[in-house]
Each structure stands twice: as C-alpha cells, then as structure tokens.
C-alpha cells in the first residue's frame, strides 16, 4: 500500500496496490471483481502493477517513431488563492507531438529541480497559478498494438458495451480509448468520471502523475465545500463539479476535515477509479496515458443516481434503460413510472425514487411491411454519428419529414400489428431547439430579456382594477455586488 492520507482516523480507507501475475490478470473483469473483493473501492482509487509479461506496445515509445498530431491542445489558466482555484482551459492551435515534447522540455515548461516528490507537490500548489502549461488531452486513440488482446484500453469488454450494442452509439473517451500528454503542472481538477462510470488510466511512457483521491462514502462532504466556496457556481448548476475545473488544495481538504489519498502514477503503471470516486491530480513532466471508462454491474445504482450537468451540451449523459432492464428486471417497471424506490450506495440512509429516465427519447419511424410485424428494438438498424464527446446520435436510416416522425417519452416494450406499415423504436437523444424562423429571432436569446418579458406579462395579468407602477425604474433585473444575475444565452424549453 502506498498512500497519504489527510487525515488521521484510522478507518479512513487507505489506496491499495495489487502486483497480479499473469494468470491472474488475464480477465479484466474478473480482476477489477477480485480486487473489490479487498477492499479496493473504498479508497475511490487503486494502483495496479501489470505482470512482466503484458507489454502493451512492443514497439516502444520513441517520438520520432510515433506520427501524432494534437488536434487541440489546451492551455490551462489557474486562477485563485489560498488553496482555492479555478481552472479555465484555451484552445490552442494544433501541433505535432514532437512540437509539444518539445514545448514541454523548454526552459519555460520544465520540471523544476526538486528534492522529491513531497517537495515538487509544494513547488506545484506554490506555483499552480503562474506560467499557464499546455495540456494534449482527450485525444481519440490508443498507442497500444492492435492485436493486444489482454487489457486493451480500446477494447475491455465490459458491459458498458451495451450503450454501443444496443444503442449503436459510440462515446470517445467513454467507450473508446482516449490518449493524453500531460507536461509539468497540467493538471486535472476534482470530479468523478461521466455517470460516475469506473476508470482506467495506463501511463504509456514519461515522467509520474500525482493523483488525489476521496473516499466515495466522503463524496458528499467534498460537493458540500465546493458548493461553499464557489456559491456562485453552484447557483448556476448545481453539478458544477462536472465542468472539470474546480482545483482545491489539500491543505483546505485537512482544514475542513476532509480525508483524501495521495499517491503517485509511475510509468508503466495502472490506476483504477471506481463509481463516485472523485479524483484530481497532476503531471511531473512530459508522459503519455491512454484511458477510458468501463462498468460493472455494481455500478448500474451508482449511474441511476448520478448528478447531470443540464447547463452544457457537451456533456456526457447515457440512458440506463438498456442496463436496468438487463440487470435489474425487477425494478424495470418501478424505474421507469419513477417508484423505484432506493438509495446511493454511499448514502444508505436516504431512500429515494431513482430519477427515471429522461435522457434518452425514442422516435418511433414509419415504415412499410408487406405483413403484419412485431416492433422490435433489436431489429432497429442504426448508424453512429461522429460528434463531440457526449452528444453522440443514433438516428434512424430513414429520412422522415416532421408530419411522419412521432416522439414518445415512454419507455415500455410494445407490440404494433399492421398491415401495411409497422412503427420502428430506435432511441436516440432528444436535441432541444428553439425554432426562431417564425419569430424573426436570433438563433439564441438572451435570458434576461426572457424573463423580463414574462414578468411584464405577469404583471399585465394580474387580477387588479388600478394599472400599478413599476418601482423597479433600472429595469426588471438589477446587477448590484451583493446580488448578481448572471446572464447567459441559454434556451428555454418547456420538456426540462
């Protein structure tokens, strides 16, 4: 075991390293199951140390051998105090591989001189707001050798499958390897993974990562003090933490009593977060990691339960049907009428209805038959669009006009029969526009002057025999320091 923990109660779960052998790490599932079986999950984060044997680039690792572009690197700029930041990340132009290398070992970017690892966490928390690093992140590929068939990121098999298999949709970085070359102090900042999914991370080649980890019974505690100390955040969604740029030192964690793990990733070397784990931490230098998202059964309750981020479209959002209706039959019905009636598995005091599904809406598509037919959802045929990480789209083959196209937001198995047509179920996320061709609107609007207008109507309807004043004379919604409206272009949409 090789952690730090921040705090000093001893029941506080501490991260484990497993050294498997060969035979025992040749099945990933069966693995990710025995290492649970010890305990391994309450930390939120285990290391594992692959066998000799498993060698998943025999070709190595020289830069001049690996032709790669980064489409769009990001430039990381921290700002903040006392522990406290926040992260914002610009794009920048694209670059080869070799070009970030050596960007990375620049005088500019280099690693400073450090004594250990202790003192290069200093000099990182020290400096985390000066000299902005660039970061090559989510990148689509895998720098493991097609024919790996052991513990293949690209390729782990595991019931996440099911969103492409049954969906047809295929989610970069979430179902399919991502690559990313980190340079000294790029970081990735407090969160858990997409659906509170699993994790893997292999650290291909380079210098080490330092990884924090929260037990995810303490979960909880951690969304409570960034809630406290970005209130504004939190007024504009309460699953800010999803947005990925929240950096919060260990010294506040000990401050407010919240216990963490410290350890560090080297080379050649595997971690694995687990369901609510959340985790942040930072690059010692130039490397190269490969990871994705993976799921077990034992996660299906965590991903019912997970907080959605509603406020950007580029996040990552999956339908749990396909999972409940396989694993959970009994709860099946109950789920979907909003009756499913449970708790988180970090917090087995509060009973609650799992939210039922609203992500996910089918389009049922018209289409002819010679004879009378059984609407089936594994006869649908669909195509996988490529789009940005988080909105992928499984659409239909058929072209329809809006007339022909009926949408449904229920979500039980039916049969149709029909003489000459029969109705075609193919799931597919439900896109909310706002058609504005008939308003002589702009694409978007902007909220402000929404509400504005509806408290005006308001106003005009309520039930009074005098006109009344407006005693708001510097308009419906007022900026002050005290009281600030944030206003943003958004689009309002009666179904959320």
């Known amino acids: 075991m090789s952690s730090k923990s921040g ?57 001049d051998h690996i032709n790669m572009t980064i489409p769009a690197p990001i430039s990381q700029v921290v700002s903040g105090k006392q522990g406290e930041y926040q992260q914002i990340n610009v794009l920048k132009r694209s670059m080869t591989l070799r070009q970030f290398k050596e960007l990375a070992e620049s005088e500019r970017y280099q690693t400073p001189k450090h004594f250990d690892y202790d003192d290069l966490e200093r000099k990182y928390w020290k400096n985390v707001t000066y000299i902005a690093p660039l970061y090559a992140a989510d990148i689509k590929g895998s720098l493991s050798d097609d024919d790996l068939k052991v513990w293949n990121i690209d390729r782990l098999e595991t019931i996440l499958d099911y969103v492409n298999k049954d969906y047809g949709i295929e989610i970069d970085g979430v179902n399919t390897a991502y690559l990313y070359f980190g340079m000294w102090k790029s970081s990735f900042a407090w969160h858990t993974e997409d659906m509170d999914l699993y994790s893997i991370n292999y650290l291909h080649f380079g210098a080490p990562k330092t990884w924090y980890a929260i037990p995810p019974a303490y979960g909880r505690n951690l969304e409570k003090l960034a809630n406290r100390i970005f209130y504004e955040n939190y007024q504009n969604c309460n699953s800010h933490l999803r947005h990925k740029m929240t950096l919060i030192s260990p010294q506040v964690l000990k401050q407010y009593k919240i216990p963490y793990n410290r350890i560090t990733q080297e080379a050649g070397e595997i971690m694995i977060t687990f369901p609510y784990g959340y985790h942040a931490g930072f690059n010692h230098g130039f490397n190269g990691a490969e990871s994705t998202n993976f799921a077990s059964k034992r996660w299906i309750e965590y991903g019912k339960r997970a907080s959605i981020c509603h406020c950007r479209k580029d996040m990552v959002k999956i339908s749990m049907e396909t999972f409940v209706k396989r694993f959970q039959p009994d709860r099946y019905e109950s789920w979907l009428n909003g009756v499913d009636y449970g708790c988180h598995p970090e917090e087995p005091d509060k009973i609650y209805a799992a939210p039922p599904p609203t992500i996910n809406k089918y389009t049922y598509l018209k289409r002819k038959s010679s004879e009378s037919s059984e609407l089936s959802q594994n006869s649908c045929c669909k195509k996988t669009h490529p789009q940005k990480r988080g909105c992928s789209l499984a659409l239909g083959e058929d072209s329809l006009t809006p007339n022909e196209e009926l949408q449904s937001n229920v979500f039980i198995s039916c049969s149709l029969t029909a003489k000459h047509l029969f109705l075609k179920k193919v799931p597919t996320l439900k896109l909310h526009k706002l058609d504005t061709s008939e308003l002589g609107l702009q694409k978007q609007m902007d909220f402000s002057n929404v509400i504005a207008e509806q408290l005006q109507q308001i106003w005009k309807d309520l039930p009074c025999p005098n006109p009344g004043e407006n005693l708001l004379t510097d308009g419906i919604i007022k900026n002050t320091k005290r009281m600030r409206f944030q206003t943003k272009t958004i689009i309002l949409d009666d179904d959320d």
Do not use: C, M, V
């Open 7 to 63: 705090d000093s109660i001893k029941k506080i779960p501490r991260i484990l390293t497993f050294r498997p052998s060969y035979d025992e790490f040749k099945n990933f599932s069966s693995y990710i199951d025995y290492i649970e079986s010890r305990g391994a999950h309450r930390a939120g984060l285990a290391k594992i140390i692959p066998p000799p044997e498993w060698r998943p680039r025999k070709g190595g690792y020289d830069i």
